[in-house]
């Protein structure tokens, strides 16, 4: 797939209703072609999860990032309906506890990276909530000068 029409220069002006299809399929004009590439995918997700797995060398992190009611959910249960549950943990980034806010912005994350032989999915990105937390509140962008 071609991604350049879908990039947007930081200086460039977009509106996504204007500028997006938001139907666009690609080459899958039909909803059969593109449940049957994703069943494809799902299984070949499930055998690269299984060599992962046996492998227990290297992690994967797979972060979806969306505004809500977009179908990041959706996409993350057809995506991993064919991955063996014991290998993958999905987790989700609330507002930061006192305890995550005494240290800087990446330590939670980080703790959260998957252990080797797994895949971890973090529904939205840490980055987001850390940032508007802090702006919200007043005390500035969380980071540490410790390190």
């Given at each position: 797939?071609n991604?350049?029409?879908?990039?947007?220069l930081?200086?460039?002006?977009?509106?996504?209703?204007?500028?997006?299809?938001?139907?666009?399929?690609?080459?899958?004009?039909?909803?059969?072609?593109?449940?049957?590439?994703?069943?494809?995918?799902?299984?070949?997700?499930?055998?690269?999860?299984?060599?992962?797995?046996?492998?227990?060398?290297?992690?994967?992190?797979?972060?979806?990032?969306?505004?809500?009611?977009?179908?990041?959910?959706?996409?993350?249960?057809?995506?991993?309906?064919?991955?063996?549950?014991?290998?993958?943990?999905?987790?989700?980034?609330?507002?930061?506890?006192?305890?995550?806010?005494?240290?800087?912005?990446?330590?939670?994350?980080?703790?959260?990276?998957?252990?080797?032989?797994?895949?971890?999915?973090?529904?939205?990105?840490?980055?987001?909530?850390?940032?508007?937390?802090?702006a919200e509140?007043?005390?500035?962008?969380?980071?540490?000068?410790?390190?």
């Amino acid at each position: 797939m071609n991604h350049d029409s879908f990039i947007v220069l930081p200086s460039s002006k977009t509106s996504s209703s204007k500028d997006y299809d938001p139907e666009y399929g690609g080459k899958y004009q039909k909803k059969e072609d593109i449940a049957d590439k994703l069943q494809r995918d799902v299984e070949r997700l499930s055998t690269y999860r299984d060599i992962l797995y046996a492998n227990n060398r290297y992690a994967a992190l797979l972060i979806f990032q969306a505004l809500d009611a977009v179908g990041k959910d959706s996409t993350m249960k057809h995506v991993t309906s064919g991955i063996n549950p014991r290998g993958c943990r999905v987790l989700s980034f609330k507002a930061p506890s006192d305890e995550e806010l005494d240290h800087d912005c990446l330590w939670r994350s980080c703790r959260a990276l998957p252990e080797r032989g797994r895949i971890g999915i973090f529904n939205r990105s840490y980055y987001e909530e850390v940032l508007v937390e802090r702006a919200e509140s007043g005390k500035g962008i969380w980071v540490s000068s410790s390190r």
